[in-house]
């Protein structure tokens, strides 16, 4: 059931809630603003008057959160006032001159293409052979397979249907994920007969499954983000990565996390087109085409660390840094 909210400002705040979704906006991370913003106003008691560049400057100082996402706030709540100053609720934006903290940047742990391979071993060796758990844990293996060999968001693979795959010219449907996007994409011919070894599984294992999941569970139900997490993170270890989240200076170092197969995909990828002779740019129009990307321009921040031994320089670069200072 979706919370509601109960300011003073709800129905402003509901009017800009259904504008971003009329605009194809994911509602998810703004809702959430919008509600912290809504509890804030009703615990301090807080009216229309009190909505100064003041306050707005007091409540980005309570905020002890990452700079990112003190960011990210505040330019959701810039925003909404915009949004009703052009409505003729609010003569000025309080929050037009309000600063943005100094950010750190976010560099992500990038998988080798050795790594991956040693994961995708891994995970496979969880695979349990009985048949109560044998379908269920390849299906885990199948999502991770086509996070790592495809460069899929984690939720992706799981809300895949079975209609989603067209087997005769070996892609994949993927429909209305982030942005809102849908897109077919071809896969490698080792991912294909993966997924078609499985599906002859499905059919062996139970002639009257009924599951419209492509990656199933039982009750006709498909796998939880949790489920293949929990896989994911035991892989990791099990190769002997030990990387956890580090900050350093101004920059965060990122653990491994299922969102690192994307990555690592996006960068391995564009370091064979170049050590192929190739020009990267040119292949990111593709390339953002292939991975769902609203701009090609978003794809191109991957050459921003376009191999994965980048990022451990990157991180001892920092640390002489610090010791220098």
Do not use: W
């Not at 309570?62 to 960011?71: F, R």
């Not at 994409?185 to 139970?206: Q, S, T, W």
């Not at 190769?239 to 994307?262: A, C, N, W, Y």
Request: contains cysteine; glycine residues 4%.
């Amino acid at each position: 059931m979706n919370k509601v909210f109960e300011s003073f400002m709800a129905p402003q705040l509901k009017q800009f809630a259904a504008y971003r979704k009329q605009l194809g906006y994911e509602p998810k991370a703004m809702r959430s603003v919008l509600l912290d913003f809504d509890r804030y106003l009703q615990k301090n008691a807080v009216d229309q008057s009190q909505l100064t560049p003041a306050f707005f400057l007091k409540l980005r100082a309570g905020i002890h959160e990452d700079p990112n996402t003190v960011n990210r706030v505040l330019s959701g709540l810039r925003a909404l006032f915009a949004f009703l100053v052009r409505q003729g609720l609010y003569a000025a934006n309080p929050l037009d001159d309000i600063p943005a903290r100094g950010q750190r940047y976010f560099v992500p742990f990038v998988f080798t293409m050795n790594q991956t391979d040693k994961l995708l071993q891994a995970v496979c060796k969880t695979i349990r052979h009985y048949p109560r758990y044998f379908l269920f844990d390849v299906a885990v293996y199948l999502a991770i397979l086509l996070m790592a060999r495809c460069g899929l968001r984690i939720n992706e693979p799981l809300r895949l249907q079975q209609d989603h795959y067209r087997p005769d010219e070996g892609s994949i449907y993927i429909e209305k994920t982030k942005f809102r996007k849908d897109r077919l994409i071809p896969l490698p011919a080792a991912v294909k007969k993966e997924i078609d070894d499985y599906l002859k599984l499905r059919e062996l294992f139970g002639a009257d499954d009924q599951n419209p999941h492509l990656l199933a569970r039982k009750k006709q139900r498909g796998l939880s983000e949790n489920q293949v997490r929990n896989v994911f993170h035991r892989a990791v270890k099990a190769i002997g990565i030990r990387q956890e989240r580090e900050i350093i200076g101004d920059m965060t170092f990122g653990k491994p996390v299922p969102h690192s197969l994307r990555h690592a995909f996006a960068i391995n990828t564009l370091t064979q087109i170049k050590a192929c002779g190739h020009n990267a740019q040119h292949a990111l129009p593709v390339l953002a085409a292939y991975m769902g990307h609203r701009k090609y321009q978003y794809t191109g921040a991957y050459l921003k660390v376009n191999h994965a031994r980048d990022r451990s320089g990157l991180i001892e670069f920092a640390k002489s840094q610090l010791e220098v200072i």
